[in-house]
């Protein structure tokens, strides 16, 4: 037997006593190995003929729906102008709402409002006011409060007339079920809506009635 030199008697003791951390895994070797050979390497001249899957499809997804409808947002299903989206700060009532207005003389030959511009101003002068009909057809704007009690709605009917007096421009009242009251507006002379009704609506919505509304009933958690 050929003697074995010195230099690999070392080394072969060195690797049999060694920790088992400092040897390399035969596993990593061959993934970083094989992550060398997979590696792509971009030079000047190859133009679009890159390969630009790497990885493959890991973490990958299916697109939804609207996405593939969309083409990836290339066209924009929802609608561009978003006008009609934006609120404007509640403050605002107080420089150009209806509520600061004054009503006016309704002029000779003044013409009801439509349907259209009734119901904008509904939606101006309050939550809760609706434009309705009445049995000949033409429109009135109406809201309905429900108060504490009886003495409650006699009171109510006391500040909505304040307000009234003040504009000179009178609604109709009904108090009904006795805590149930209906304030009707429209203006006589035209027969319809006039913009004097929605301000005197706005006016109207504007009374503090907090201490009027029925008492909120407490809830108790089990």
Known sequence: MAPIPLSQMLRTHATAYAPRSALPHPRSHARSSQGRSSRHVVRAGDGGNIDMNIGGDIGARDPYAAEVESNFASNVLG?????????PPEKINEIV?????????????AEPLELTEANKMARQAGVGWAVTEDAEGKLRVRQKYKLRNF??????????????????????????QWNELTVEIFTHKIGGLHENDFILAAKIEKIDISDLLPKKKQKFWA
């Open 151 to 176: 003495e409650a709605g006699l009171e109510m009917m006391r500040r909505v007339g304040e307000i009234a007096e003040a504009e000179n421009h009178h609604p109709d009242l009904h108090l009904e």
């Open 97 to 109: 709402g209806l509520a600061i207005r004054k009503c006016v003389p309704c002029e000779a030959g």
């Open 79 to 87: 609608n561009a102008d978003t006008e009609h989206i934006v609120k």
